[in-house]
């Protein structure tokens, strides 16, 4: 192994750590820019206690608003206009993934001269990697996508139906300030959804990293057999606190870089989603449990005593005289099982999306990560027909 570890962004973890919002903030701004998405935090009166602590602190507050899933290139736009009208000199997200992704950018996007989507890589010659942003303060109110602890962020365009991604490290937040409590009011289908797309980050590594990473193995296995016992819990009692805590911190480790150290993870599964959700705007942790199983039936059979190991420490299954693809691809039945249980779709068809638009997809798929012959990186890596065969099996 060989390899660099860097994650600068301070963590408070714990019940009731939204109080400490604005004593946090204040130690590194003193007008922010909150950001919110659709209006859920205003339902359940999350907002008006995050401004009240950072009155209380004396930091001043410009406000964006209504921030979409999915959330869109002029979206960040907007916002950036507003960090500049306002002299803010700070970014708060208070959301989901998706207001969290919006609000780094727009601080990249503040102190950004052109247009914005310039560092959305998208096939461009010049993908602009910021350099610089305001600073960011995350505080989640799902747990799903790990974007609080982490460099990177996912943008969507309306207009070229593409959806992808920027990481760069001045968009590590300054702090992530992340109060379980916050995602009691999440609803199932949404803590459904994010305890796959957990699992997913990690699978993401475990299948498509290098060789030789036995203990990045055991973290992985650890993430993915807690993110499923408590991610159970959390969708049976929304209002069960330990469960949302620990999926919570489940979805921290499983993207801020710790299980993926020294691994080089490669993630064609989100690649493929993203191209879906940019098509027809589905959430991100239903699509990865539609494709994530379909590309492990793919993927099983270039690595099976890999998905054998999987079947066995996730799923405790025996060998019992089967070869290593039988077992492995057992290991994938008893993970849709697990998806199904916790009410994931996991078939196109329920989401409704056939097959009309596939080769875009594919094409769509292997846009930024492919390798010199344009294929997605992965472990293997995948040819537009084998992008196809996936998505079609999962119809
Ligand atoms: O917008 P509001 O009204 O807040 O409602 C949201 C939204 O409808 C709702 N919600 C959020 N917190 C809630 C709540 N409802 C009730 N109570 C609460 N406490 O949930 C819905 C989904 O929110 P969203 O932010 O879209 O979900 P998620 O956190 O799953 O984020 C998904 C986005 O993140 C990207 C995805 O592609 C997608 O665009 N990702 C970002 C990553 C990253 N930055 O590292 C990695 C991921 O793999 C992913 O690609
Ligand atoms: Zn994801």
């Not at 139906?161 to 990481?167: D, I, N």
């Not at 294929?375 to 537009?384: A, D, H, Q, S, V």
Request: charged share 20%.
């Amino acid at each position: 192994m060989n390899f660099e570890f860097f994650n600068p962004t301070q963590l408070i973890f714990g019940a009731g750590a939204l109080s400490q919002l604005g004593e946090v903030v204040a130690r590194h701004g003193k007008r922010a820019l909150i950001v919110t998405g659709g209006g859920s935090i205003k339902r359940s009166g999350v907002f008006d206690r995050a401004v009240a602590s950072l009155r209380a602190a004396g930091v001043v507050v410009a406000e964006c608003s209504g921030v979409e899933p999915n959330p869109r290139i002029a979206s960040v736009k907007r916002g950036a206009k507003i960090a500049r009208d306002e002299g803010c000199d700070l970014v708060i997200a208070l959301g989901g993934g998706s207001t969290m992704d919006a609000a780094k950018v727009m601080a990249a996007a503040a102190l950004y001269d052109g247009d914005p989507w310039d560092m959305i890589g998208h096939g461009q010659d010049n993908w602009v990697i910021p350099t610089r942003a305001l600073p960011i303060i995350t505080v989640p109110t799902l747990a799903a996508t790990g974007s609080e602890m982490n460099c990177g962020a996912v943008i969507s365009d309306d207009d070229s139906k593409v959806k992808s991604f920027v990481q760069a490290n001045c968009l590590f937040p300054k702090v992530a300030l992340v109060d379980p409590e916050l995602t009691l009011s999440v609803p199932k289908d949404q803590t459904a959804y994010g305890v796959c797309d957990i699992i997913t980050h990690v699978t993401e590594g475990y299948f498509n990293g290098v060789d030789g990473t036995p203990i990045q193995d055991r973290f992985a296995e650890g993430v993915i057999i807690n993110a499923i016992e408590w991610g159970r819990k959390a969708v049976a009692d929304g209002s069960d606190l330990e469960a949302r805590a620990q999926v919570q911190w489940a979805s921290i480790v499983a993207l801020n870089g710790w299980v993926q150290a020294g691994v080089n993870m490669v993630p064609p599964v989100h690649m493929i989603e993203h191209a879906l959700s940019a098509h027809h705007d589905i959430t991100h942790g239903a699509g990865l449990a539609i494709i994530n199983p379909a590309w492990m039936r793919f993927a099983a059979k270039a690595r099976p005593e890999r998905f054998a190991q999987f079947a066995q420490r996730i799923f405790g299954l025996t060998p019992e005289g089967k070869d290593d693809l039988a077992l492995g691809m057992e290991g994938i039945d008893a993970y849709v099982e697990f998806l199904r249980s916790i009410g994931c779709p996991t078939r196109l068809s329920e989401v409704g999306i056939g097959d009309g638009l596939f080769d875009q997809y594919a094409k769509d798929a292997a846009l930024v990560l492919h390798d010199e012959n344009g294929n997605l990186l992965g472990r293997p890596p995948m040819t537009k027909e084998d992008i196809v065969g996936v998505l079609r099996s999962a119809l």
